[in-house]
């Protein structure tokens, strides 16, 4: 790789931002929690457990942890060192040249838009529980997209390797899928109406989804504590830490953690905030590792839980949490939790439908994408096209397509830019070792290494079909650069 560095980023925003240094180590660790904890706790703990971990999904969090803050630590040596419109497109354009920020936006691009479609997928689980637990749930065929096994049986196989999970009969037991997720659907369209509109999120927003996120936890924790069964977690680890089933399929503890990795998500929301912490060198490396170690001991417990109480085979659905609590006879709790859950996760899809947009607008305004992208709408001042034109898209990807599929897409996007922006602090380590850099990790080039060996090791432990999707995600993003974005960028023009 030919990293490029410069001092000042073509982007047109400059090292010197002006922001006020207003964020204290408090504020973004919780940052960081309101970033991570969603989907990933409250939907694939059960579905990484059921199909890939077995109660051992304890230890797939633990692994996919220890991936992140490797990779953590490194998005906050660049954030600090290089700057950028803070984000990791902008400071990878600073850094590395227009090439390579492309492949992290395409990545980026990826990484949200699958993400808020898994998200709802998550969310559709919930909002139907709420509904089922009040006398009015939605039919089968209106909660569940089609599956592969529905698919091949009408179009012959020809959609395996564009977005249908092969094994995807083990999400929809025995069935051939439903119609549509319309209350995916439905979310999905009622944040673009509210984005179309301008929506400003602040701390103080954060801290409120916050707090009711881990009062949601509390409350299953108070009940489940009281009912785990010990014979639930025998055999602890099923599948070993690593195999493949018959047909081919990944499973295991390695596995799993290329899975619930998804949980992770987010986290550098945390490392983009340089700029505005009080002390960065001591303020972001504390609120990273801060929200990660909390994360991940919630994680531990809530999945450790959730196994305990109910065999780990009954937990392979969208809204795990909640249902166990049903089966062990708490609805109350399940409504509650439920209802918590709703309202955590459509503020995360609505920062990451959000960010969607803006990495959209930026890489648009850079000329990397056409300016149609990056138009603004002289009424609401929102980029509506743009916001109507991926709503439309995550609409139908979060009606048709199933949750593992999603997860696993957003995951192999993220673990790649992860492994190229640990592959860039050892580059600029050695070419630039004299560059000031108010954060910087600690031990050489030993963290950034594990970044890369441990990122690039969750990508090797995912299913080969997920592999496919990628590289076909990846060929779309080189043709659309060098058909067109190498010739009307802002740099080819300069």
Known sequence: MNFIYRKKPITGHTDESGLKRALSATDLTLLGVGAIIGTGIFVLTGHAAATQSGPAVVLSFVVAGLACAFAALSYSELAASVGGCGSAYGYSYAAFGEFL??????????????????????WSGYFNNALTAIGIGLPDSLIRGPTELAWNSYLGGALEVIGFDPTAEAVVKGGMGGIINLPAVGIILLLMMLLIQGIKESAKVNAIAVAVKLVTIAIFIAVAAFNVQPANWSPFIPFGWFDHTADGKTIGVLAGASLVFFAYVGFDAVSTAVEEA?????????????SLVFCTVIYIIVSGLLTGIVPYGDLNVASPVAHALQLIGYNWASALVATGVIFGLTTVMLVLYYALTRIIVAVSRDGLLPHYFSAINPKTQTPVRTTVITGVFMAIMAGLTPLGVLAELVNIGTLTAFVIVCGGVISLRISHPDMHRPFKMPFGLLLPTLGVLSCGALIAFLPLITHIRFLLWLAAGLLIYFAYSIRHSNLARA
């Open 278 to 290: 009080h002390d960065p060198q001591r303020d972001v490396p504390i609120g990273i590792l801060g």
């Open 101 to 122: 920020a492309w492949i992290i936006a395409w990545d980026l691009i990826l990484e949200y838009g699958v993400s808020v479609a898994a998200v709802a997928n998550g």
